[in-house]
């Protein structure tokens, strides 16, 4: 898959790099009011965040998940997340199965 940033007017959608680690970390270290509607634990520390980050890049490697970031654009810092995951990736959690490809977005609170 091609590591290339796709660009719109407003936002950059671009793979993960190590100094996005603490806005990822923001994002993904929520409250209640979020985290009741997400599958995953909220973070409690970067080395939460550090060790998704390694996932993410693990799914570069294997073709299994690519996840891109949404950035704002002029700041280019990270607000959420979109992954793109090949047949299976994620089945078990969702408890369905997932036929071709499928689609996931998050994005933090404000």
Request: proline share 7%.
């Amino acid at each position: 898959m091609n590591r290339s940033p796709l660009e719109t007017a407003r936002l950059t959608l671009r793979p993960p790099t190590d100094a996005d680690a603490p806005a990822i970390h923001r994002g993904r270290s929520t409250g209640p009011e979020v985290a009741c509607y997400v599958m995953w634990r909220a973070h409690r520390s970067l080395d939460d965040t550090h060790a998704y980050m390694s996932h993410m890049e693990k799914g570069w490697q294997s073709g299994a998940e690519f996840t891109w970031l949404i950035c704002l654009k002029p700041s280019a810092e990270a607000v959420g997340a979109i992954a793109r995951r090949k047949d299976g990736v994620h089945a078990q959690a969702s408890r369905r199965p997932v036929n071709g490809l499928s689609l996931a977005a998050a994005a933090g609170s404000p």
